[in-house]
Nanobody, 115 residues
Framework: VRLVESGGGLVQAGGSLRLSCAAS????????IGWYRQAPGKQRGLVAS????????NYADSVKGRLTISRDGAKNTMYLKMNRLKPEDTAVYYC?????????WGQGTQVTVSS
């Protein structure tokens, strides 16, 4: 399984970005997926997750109403749309496939929000 993120970068506070994560392999469609982030000096934490069928989502309180997770089974790709970004959103963002045997991780993409 290989996960490749894209779409990170530098944006001003209040701006928007869309992260993408393309997955290889056959497990993408049958598992929940999630986006995590890790800021300098902090532990990696869940930002958002979505079930295999896409019917249920979960968000960290700090991003509710601003970030939206989605998935496209036909393209084996997951997305994180980020609106009204804040400096505290600055972190490395990782996509993940959440399996019963443990998560698969992408390499991470840097998001930097300037004030």
């Amino acid at each position: 399984v290989r996960l490749v993120e894209s779409g990170g970068g530098l944006v001003q506070a209040g701006g928007s970005l869309r992260l993408s994560c393309a997955a290889s392999g056959s497990i993408f469609r049958s598992n929940a997926i999630g986006w995590y982030r890790q800021a300098p000096g902090k532990q990696r934490g869940l930002v958002a997750s979505i079930t295999a069928g896409g019917g249920s989502t979960n968000y960290a309180d700090s991003v509710k109403g601003r970030l939206t997770i989605s998935r496209d089974g036909a393209k084996n790709t997951m997305y994180l749309k980020m609106n009204r970004l804040k400096p505290e959103d600055t972190a490395v963002y990782y996509c993940s496939i959440l399996t019963g045997q443990g998560p698969y991780w992408g390499q991470g993409t840097q998001v930097t929000v300037s004030s």
